[in-house]
C-alpha cells in the first residue's frame, strides 16, 4: 500500500505562484509513476501532468504547459507541482497519484492510489 499526502496548497492572486507537494509512504515510490490530476466544482477531474518513475519523461496538459513543471525527488518519496503564473481557472482541488510502472501516464483510471487532494485557489 501506498498512502499519498499532498500539500501546499492555499490562496493566492492570479499571476501568482504556488508549489504543491506530495509524500508518500507505506513503500518507496521509486518505481511509481506519478501523476497530478484537478478537480473545479462541478466539473470532471482533469489531467494536469505526469512524470515517470525515474523523473525523466513528464507531460503536462496543454492548459498548463509552460507554467506549470512537476519533478520527483525519489530519494524524499516526494513528487512536486511548482505553478507559475496562476490563472482563475486553475482554481481546483489538485490531487496527487501514483502507480507502479515504467511510464508517466495520464489516464486517472489507470492510476492505484490517490491522495486526499489539497485546494488551490486564483483570485483574480
Known amino acids: 500500500q501506498v498512502q499519498l499526502v499532498e500539500s501546499g496548497g492555499g490562496l493566492v492572486q492570479a499571476g501568482g505562484s504556488l508549489r504543491l507537494s506530495c509524500a508518500a509512504s507505506?513503500?518507496?515510490?521509486?518505481?511509481?509513476?506519478m501523476g497530478w490530476f484537478r478537480q473545479a466544482p462541478g466539473k470532471e477531474r482533469e489531467f494536469v501532468a505526469a512524470?515517470?518513475?525515474?523523473?525523466?519523461?513528464?507531460y503536462y496538459a496543454d492548459s498548463v504547459k509552460g507554467r506549470f513543471s512537476i519533478s520527483k525527488d525519489n530519494a524524499k518519496n516526494t513528487v512536486y507541482l511548482q505553478m507559475n503564473s496562476l490563472k482563475p481557472e486553475d482554481t481546483a482541488v489538485y490531487y496527487c497519484?501514483?502507480?507502479?510502472?515504467?511510464?508517466?501516464?495520464?489516464?486517472?483510471?489507470?492510476?492505484?492510489?490517490w491522495g486526499q487532494g489539497t485546494q488551490v485557489t486564483v483570485s483574480s
Open positions: 497519484a501514483a502507480k507502479r510502472s515504467n511510464y508517466f501516464i495520464t489516464s486517472s483510471g489507470q492510476y492505484d492510489y
Open positions: 507505506g513503500r518507496t515510490t521509486s518505481y511509481y509513476a
Open positions: 512524470i515517470s518513475w525515474s523523473g525523466g519523461t513528464s
